[in-house]
């Protein structure tokens, strides 16, 4: 949304930042964009963004970063997701991608 649209409709655009929960990015001709997001959506933001990661999860993010993923098929993830099987470590593909 442009900053002149913002503008014209703020009190409309802030309700509907409430309403929906989403937030709206706002254009400057000539500047950095802005974000403007409901104030409960603003503290969930803040405080999934101080709570530290598990190490499981930074060793994940680390080994994304160098490649090393892992590979399965739709398939095997829903039989995983519907409790029919257990994911099997033989059937991993770690490599660099």
Known sequence: MTLSAFREHLAGT???VNEDHRPVLITRP?????????LDEFQAYEERA??????????AM??????????VTLEDLQAVI???TAYASDNRDRGSR
Not at 30 to 38: D, I, L, Q, R, T
């Open 62 to 71: 680390i080994a994304a970063r160098k490649g090393e993923v892992e590979t």
């Open 30 to 38: 000539g500047a950095k964009a802005v974000v403007v997001m409901g």
């Open 14 to 16: 802030l309700d509907k």
């Open 50 to 59: 101080n709570q530290p990661y598990a190490p499981e999860t930074v060793a």
């Open 82 to 84: 519907e409790g029919e």
